[in-house]
């Protein structure tokens, strides 16, 4: 993997990791939804993306996948696999697995 491609991966899978703490916070039954941060690779991106929490786990059922406002998506990097009104979901290529663990606290 390139050292750019490593580089968004590490920055994407940093994303992931404050988002797991946002959906934990929203699951305490008060809320259908969250206001979650864009996982783009985009070191200093500091948007949000208004999704359900189902909508959150069902990206998240996939560990190649990500989450991106769009227009945010990088095609040297990744391919969008959905197109949804407030966000896209982007899929890794697979050499970004142990990248993407090496960021991991799971």
Do not use: W
């Not at 305490?28 to 208004?50: I, L, M, T």
Request: proline residues 5%; hydrophobic residues 35%; contains cysteine.
């Amino acid at each position: 993997m390139d050292p750019i491609s490593e580089r968004i991966a590490l920055n994407e899978g940093l994303f992931r990791e404050v988002n797991e703490n946002i959906r934990a916070a929203a699951t305490d039954g008060r809320y259908d939804d969250a206001h979650f941060v864009c996982e783009c690779g985009a070191s200093n991106c500091e948007e949000r993306v208004a999704m359900t929490l189902d909508a959150y786990c069902a990206v998240r059922d996939h560990k190649r996948h990500f989450f991106v406002k769009p227009g945010h998506e990088i095609p040297m990097a990744e391919t969008v696999v959905e197109r949804h009104d407030r966000y896209l979901v982007i899929e890794k290529p697979p050499e970004a697995e142990a990248v993407l663990e090496q960021g991991s606290t799971d």
